[in-house]
């Protein structure tokens, strides 16, 4: 099993940014890819981004795209989400979501809940406009 523990949300003025932690612990090595996602009041929850840890390929949704990044440690146990330029609608609880499938290195990363199975508990983020 994987476990998965966000931190770094809070108060984000719009126009600001914000950058989220997600520490992964336990079977680790069995990791294919971890993903953000974010879940806004009375909406489904959607992708945000998604790392590769084998070849570090990203994908970012396009809400997020041009503003967001995603990076890991080295050692594989943490995965951050730094987002610039935020904005009202980015207000939302995050996710942080491990995908241990072991997928081939060339199948696209997955950005639907189903494609994850281990999630963290979620961290609230907060625009003020």
């Known amino acids: 099993q994987v476990q998965l523990v966000e931190s770094g949300g809070g108060l984000v003025q719009a126009g600001g940014s914000l950058r989220l932690s997600c520490a992964a612990s336990?079977?680790?090595?069995?990791?294919?890819?971890m993903g953000w996602f974010r879940q806004a009041p009375g909406k489904e929850r959607e992708f945000v981004t998604a790392?590769?840890?084998?070849?570090?390929?990203?994908y970012y949704a396009d809400s997020v795209k041009g503003r967001s990044t995603i990076s890991g440690d080295n050692d594989m146990n943490t995965v951050y989400l730094q987002m610039d330029s935020v904005k009202p609608e980015d207000r939302a609880v995050y996710y942080c979501?491990?995908?241990?499938?072991?997928?081939?290195?060339?199948?696209?990363?997955?950005?639907?809940?189903?494609?994850?199975?281990?999630w963290g508990q979620g961290t609230q983020v907060t625009v003020s406009s």
């Open positions: 336990g079977r680790t090595s069995s990791v294919y890819a």
């Open positions: 979501a491990a995908d241990v499938t072991p997928w081939p290195s060339y199948r696209r990363l997955g950005s639907s809940p189903g494609e994850y199975e281990y």
């Open positions: 790392l590769r840890w084998s070849d570090g390929t990203t």
